[in-house]
Nanobody, 126 residues
Framework: VQLVESGGGLVQAGESLRLSCAAS????????IGWFRQAPGKEREGVSC????????YLADSVKGRFTISSDYAKNTVYLQMNSLKPEDTAVYYC????????????????????WGQGTQVTVSS
């Protein structure tokens, strides 16, 4: 199983970035893919999740209206489109995966996820 994030960078407040998570080694359509972030000195938190089996999506309240998650089933890739970025969005962003065929209590909880990528840095300057 491999998850590879890309698309991070340095932007100014109000600008946009699109993160990609390329997945391999498992049946993409069966899995849920989540995006998490961790800012310096803070705990890792859930940002968004998509359950590929039925397309259900989840967004943290802090990013609703600004971020969108989507899957490209042909490319086995999940995207996180981030618009209207704020300095408080600065963090290392990780994608993660779990088998979506099992019942989950909270698709945005870290403990649900079995596989993790290495992360990509997003820095938003004011």
């Amino acid at each position: 199983v491999q998850l590879v994030e890309s698309g991070g960078g340095l932007v100014q407040a109000g600008e946009s970035l699109r993160l990609s998570c390329a997945a391999s080694g498992f049946t993409f359509d069966d899995y849920a893919i989540g995006w998490f972030r961790q800012a310096p000195g803070k705990e890792r938190e859930g940002v968004s999740c998509i359950r590929n089996s039925d397309g259900s999506t989840y967004l943290a309240d802090s990013v609703k209206g600004r971020f969108t998650i989507s899957s490209d089933y042909a490319k086995n890739t999940v995207y996180l489109q981030m618009n209207s970025l704020k300095p408080e969005d600065t963090a290392v962003y990780y994608c993660a995966a779990y088998d979506g065929r099992r019942l989950s209590n909270d698709p945005m909880a870290l403990y649900e996820y079995d596989y993790w990528g290495q992360g990509t840095q997003v820095t938003v300057s004011s």
